[in-house]
């Protein structure tokens, strides 16, 4: 079994996401992370965040499993520099660029220096190949940065709730892929 640390983006995912329909499909194995600092995103306050939700997966399955969406994709990113914890894969989907000229600057300056570098566990990178907060270059360059499998899609945005992704099956079916099940 496994157990799921979801980490969102800036305010959070909404009921209408990928990310909240697979934590309520998940229940019990599913831990969201809860950062004070939502809105106006500190680095410090995610990582912090990220560990809490793992501590407390982890006493749940012995795998664990962090499932990233947009600015959540440098949040785990650095937990997982940081913290090094075994038993881990990282789906990371939709990073944005924070040199970019659509990266929330003002909202987010704690994540503006952030560079990508390798991961230590498995891990997979699904970006759009039309993301407006990272080129499809750019995500190619982070995915081989963080050493992860690189999965990029056509005509899919953001791959947010705003993109009618729904229940995102594909998605699904890619972390599936990454954890081994």
């Not at 640390?5 to 329909?21: A, L, Y």
Request: hydrophobic share 45%.
């Amino acid at each position: 079994m496994v157990a799921y640390v979801v980490i969102p983006g800036i305010d959070g995912s909404d009921e209408r996401h990928w990310q909240s329909r697979w934590e309520k499909r998940w229940g019990a194995s599913a831990v969201r992370i809860a950062p004070t600092s939502w809105s106006r995103p500190e680095l410090p306050d995610w990582v912090a965040a990220v560990q809490t939700a793992y501590e407390i997966a982890s006493r749940r399955e012995r795998q664990v499993a962090l499932v990233a969406h947009s600015l959540g994709c440098w949040a785990a990113a650095q937990w997982l520099a940081r913290a090094r914890p075994d038993g881990v894969v990282a789906f990371l989907v939709a990073p944005p660029d924070p040199r970019g000229a659509a990266f929330p600057r003002r909202a987010a300056s704690t994540f503006l220096d952030l560079s990508a570098r390798p991961l230590p566990c498995p891990s997979l990178l699904v970006a759009g190949d039309d993301d407006p907060y990272c080129d499809p270059k750019t995500a190619t360059w982070f995915a081989r940065d963080w050493k992860a499998q690189h999965h990029p899609m056509e005509n899919c945005g953001h791959i947010n709730a705003a993109g009618g992704f729904g229940d995102w099956p594909t998605g699904l079916e890619l972390l599936r892929r990454l954890v081994g099940q």
